[in-house]
């Protein structure tokens, strides 16, 4: 049996025991709107209350991305305009990610090429993640003037030692070795075995369970090959382990070699204000015991970023005029005053309903 309904942006079938979302925006590497979450979300609802659908599949269409996380331009002339469309769309894929994080049956997301921000949100919340040969992972939002959402600041602060600070802070890109290895997927498949997953997935009986699911999945995978951010976890947790983004570039300054020099570089081109806020939301996401503690903290923060000059900097500068030479106000972290990131800490108005 196979049943198709297509949406513009997002296409959902039914094909045997699986409900399969595929996000079909490939030109624009698939980042999701708000309609595209929307027609998820209903998706999700739909395959949940289903006693046919076993298993939930999640891809992105074309070769080049799964997901390059949220429509930032839509989101810059929301803020620009005082339009609800930003925080609306924040609130709605926040409460997304936490049906991912809960949906009670299997939930695979293939995330094959770019996945980014939003793209994170919707697979590494997943209870079955596979990665590929073209998978390239990253939070890069501390370079735009934001912040690592969707529950980053729940899944980040769990991966191995400081992994995890120092992608918050950088949006180091990693593949699929990495991903791995800081917990933010479970499988390495080839691409042209996705097509494998999909079918043998849709075999599977109506009562199928995770264990099910893990056995496909084990079968198909293969070594994703040597993790680079394990190979340099020394380095990593002598410099990230800090509690201010001052601690953390003066211990890179004082480390050799070619590694912690790009990890340095990178850091001083970032947002000062988004180093700052995001290193603190990570850090209370350690101690934080539900991912929507830290859902219902990023929306709080959301609400504030709205005023951040260094929010439409970033955007103008990578996306709409795109010379990527942002001018950051403040300048540099010690000019950060601590009054300004405590404004991001006000509880959301109203609270996230999950």
Not at 38 to 47: G, L, P, S, V
Not at 100 to 120: E, N, R, S, W
Not at 123 to 128: E, K
Not at 319 to 347: L, S
Request: aromatic content about 6%.
């Amino acid at each position: 049996m196979r049943d198709e309904v297509q949406h513009s942006e997002v296409i959902v079938e039914r094909r045997a025991s699986a409900g399969i979302i595929r996000l079909n925006r490939p030109r624009a590497l698939n980042s999701l709107t708000l309609d595209m979450v929307r027609a998820f979300a209903a998706a999700m609802d739909d395959f949940a209350a289903d006693a046919h659908i076993a298993t939930v599949i999640v891809s992105g269409e074309g070769e080049r991305g799964f997901c390059a996380g949220g429509d930032i331009r839509a989101l810059h002339e929301s803020g620009s305009t005082g339009t609800d469309l930003a925080m609306t769309f924040w609130r709605e894929e926040f409460r997304l990610n936490h049906r991912i994080a809960t949906f009670p049956k299997p939930y695979v997301a293939l995330m094959d090429g770019i996945t980014m921000g939003g793209g994170v949100g919707l697979s590494s919340h997943g209870r079955h993640r596979v990665v590929t040969e073209r998978t390239k992972l990253a939070m890069p939002e501390t370079g735009i003037g934001y912040f690592p959402d969707v529950g980053a600041t729940w899944l980040l602060p769990r991966a191995p030692g400081e992994a995890g600070t120092l992608m918050g802070l950088t949006g180091l890109t990693i593949d699929a070795a990495d991903i791995i290895y800081t917990g933010l997927a479970d499988h390495h498949v080839a691409s042209f075995r996705l097509p494998d997953i999909v079918d043998t997935l849709a075999e599977l009986p109506r009562n199928a369970g995770p264990r099910d699911v893990e056995a496909v999945l084990k079968n198909l995978s293969s070594d994703p090959g040597t993790s680079a951010v394990k190979s340099n976890r020394d380095l990593i947790e002598r410099s990230f382990h800090f509690g201010t983004v001052e601690e953390i570039t003066h211990a890179l300054q004082k480390e050799p070699g070619d590694f912690a020099a790009e990890t340095l570089r990178i850091i001083q081109t970032r947002s000062p204000t988004s180093l700052k806020l995001a290193l603190r939301l990570l850090r209370q996401g350690r101690q934080s015991r539900t991912l929507a503690e830290c859902l219902n903290r990023e929306l709080g923060a959301c609400q504030q970023i709205l005023k951040s000059p260094d929010f439409y900097e970033g955007i103008r500068a990578a996306i709409i005029d795109k010379d990527r030479n942002p001018h950051w106000m403040p300048a540099t972290p010690e000019a950060v005053d601590q009054a300004a990131i405590d404004a991001f800490f006000r509880p959301p108005e109203p609270p996230l309903a999950l």
